[in-house]
């Protein structure tokens, strides 16, 4: 999926210390999503947005923040609240506000504590 | 909630052999059912989906079954090849959500 870019590929983060990671799509698809993957536990929403200035919640919020002030970006900022943030992030875009539509992945950031 | 069990967690096969994976639902409003394919360091890739609207779809070596009864999904895959050889995800949603619940992924080993 060459329209989703997730940067940077890697990521490293200090104690007390908020990162974001971005997401940038050229699909112009409607709906975003944050997942976070650590092994053996699949992929866990973070969060979701279906419409510019508007986002949800997903299963594990807490310690994370979003933004979306346009259609193509998504930043998601990992702040320093989230005690274990090493993980797989990715993100992720669906054309309309269908249900059934795939969803599409980008490449994937990969956060560690220093 | 929506809440996907997968099954095996692991899976070896011998080059040539078929592969099954195994996820059950716990909505029995969910009615989109895709698969990914991640290859190690890589982002998922979708590789077949089904609607509950039929039990079964093929595409070359994958199969995917749907039984809603029992709300349990499958995932088959012939003749398996190395190339084969990565973490499977399954995932569910139903109308009323707006993303999909994934299931804890199948690391499948095709030894050559």
């Keep these: 999926d060459g329209g989703i870019t997730q940067s940077p590929k890697y990521l490293f983060r200090k104690e007390g210390q908020n990162v974001t990671l971005s997401c940038e799509q050229n699909l112009n698809h409607d709906a975003m999503y944050w997942y976070r993957q650590d092994p053996g536990q699949g992929l866990r929403l973070i969060y979701y947005s279906q419409i510019v200035n508007d986002f949800q919640k997903g299963d594990i919020a807490e310690g994370y923040s979003v933004s979306r002030e346009k259609k193509e970006s998504f930043p998601l900022t990992v702040t320093s609240a989230q005690k274990n943030p090493t993980a797989f992030y990715l993100c992720a875009t669906k054309t309309g506000a269908n249900y059934d539509q795939p969803q599409h992945f980008g490449d994937g950031t990969r956060l560690s504590i220093l | 909630g929506e809440n996907v069990e997968q099954h095996p967690s692991t899976l070896s096969v011998q080059e040539g052999d078929s592969a099954v994976i195994k996820c059950t ?35 070359q070596r994958i199969a995917v079954t749907l039984n809603k009864t029992a709300k349990h999904f499958s995932l088959h895959i012939t003749e398996t090849q190395p190339e084969d050889s990565a973490v499977y995800f399954c995932a569910a949603i139903s109308t009323g959500r707006r993303a999909l619940t994934f299931g804890s992924g199948t690391r499948l080993q095709v030894q050559p």
């Design chain 2, 25 to 59: 639902y716990s909505d029995s409003a969910s009615n989109y059912f895709p698969w990914y394919k991640q290859e190690l360091g890589k982002r998922p890739q979708l590789i077949i989906d089904i609607r509950s609207n039929v039990g079964e779809k093929k595409d």
